[in-house]
């Protein structure tokens, strides 16, 4: 089989694409850990088909290929046309699950400069298709917002941060997609599992509180759980679970890829503190201090010179200004500074 030039559409479709994923044999996993290699330009149009099939849930019939095909050809093909998919999804007999799951993957997919192009002078950007139901809301850098989701729950979303839900939940779960920073106050309902996907760790609770954090440039996920429990799953390339862990109040579980998760106690203020608007550093270096203000007030920061990342702050400011964290700082580390509306200028002291 070629599976070179295939569409996003044929590999849904495709019969032994959709037993790898779904029940795979072992030389289902040989054949196709050896073809990624070989092809990874087509990883990301693979992972992509991966998550629709996974997200799919037909309830009155075993489907086709045929069935796959045309529900996401249907989808892809409509774009911004009055179709809805919703009404196209019901005519298959697809379960209220799929409308979430594929209408998240959609999008992303067919929308990912909308979410930079709407709404450019907006200091928080939110998109939401009718047809799909699903809601984006995403925070540029000097910005945070609280949001209430359908079922109640109450999320801090961080500078920098996108969250991604649907308008209505399903009666049986409750499924999100965060990227960036968020603290979640997940309303209780034992009957309907919150299901937070970060990169590859998903973490399920029924009501509690927590902060989840995710590094793209570390590639790593920590989450940090205030008040009841939660589980924590951590997903391979195949969709495969390599790690579980059960949190308390009071742990941190820190996620990075193939590396074993670690456990740890936190400091409340430097975890959960910028939801307070408070500015946290302990033992902090120069590039997590610059980086972090950079973030937190939407600004540039620039040196007069290459410096060492050799500064060492710990330090605590509550509602304070960008100009009064800098005068602060600049007895401590020692720099002279410049402010020019969004650019600082830092002119370090030898």
């Not at 911004?80 to 594929?102: C, M, P, Q, W």
Request: net charge negative; proline share 3%; aromatic share 12%.
């Amino acid at each position: 089989m070629n599976y070179e030039n295939y569409s996003i559409e044929q590999f849904v479709a495709d019969e032994e694409f959709r037993r790898w994923v779904k029940n795979p044999t072992k030389n289902d996993i040989v054949f196709w850990n050896n073809w990624l290699q070989c092809h990874p330009n087509r990883v990301q149009r693979v992972n992509l088909a991966r998550e629709i099939i996974l997200s799919m849930r037909f309830s009155n019939e075993d489907p086709s290929s045929a069935d796959y095909e045309e529900v996401l050809h249907n989808i892809l093909k409509s774009g911004n046309t009055e179709k809805s998919y919703n009404d196209h999804l019901h005519d298959k007999g697809v379960s209220r699950f799929i409308r979430y799951a594929v209408a998240a993957s959609v999008m992303l997919l067919l929308s990912v400069g909308a979410y930079f192009v709407l709404a450019p002078n907006e200091t928080v950007n939110e998109v939401v298709d009718n047809s799909l139901q699903f809601v984006v809301k995403e925070n540029p850098p000097g910005v945070k917002s609280q949001i209430k989701l359908p079922d109640g729950t109450k999320v801090w979303l961080n500078a920098s941060s996108k969250l991604l839900f649907p308008s209505e939940f399903p009666d049986d779960s409750r499924n999100v997609e965060l990227i960036g920073e968020g603290y979640f106050e997940v309303k209780k309902d034992e009957s309907s599992p919150f299901h937070i996907k970060t990169g590859n760790v998903v973490t399920t609770v029924l009501g509690t509180s927590f902060n989840i954090k995710s590094d793209s440039l570390q590639n790593q996920v920590q989450i940090a759980l205030a008040s009841g429990k939660v589980r924590v799953e951590q997903y391979n390339g195949k969709n495969e679970i390599i790690s579980t862990q059960y949190l308390q109040p009071g742990q941190g579980a820190s996620f990075v890829e193939n590396q074993t998760p670690e456990i740890f106690l936190y400091h409340w203020d430097k975890v959960f503190g910028w939801k307070d608007n408070i500015i946290y550093f302990e033992n902090a270096g120069r590039h997590e201090v610059l980086s972090k203000l950079e973030n937190w007030y939407g600004v540039e920061i620039e040196t007069d010179h290459d410096t060492s990342d050799e500064w060492d702050v710990t330090a605590k400011f509550k509602d304070q200004s960008l100009e009064n964290v800098l005068e602060n700082l600049s007895f401590t580390v020692g720099f002279d500074y410049e402010i020019d509306e969004k650019s600082i200028r830092l002119n370090l002291k030898q």
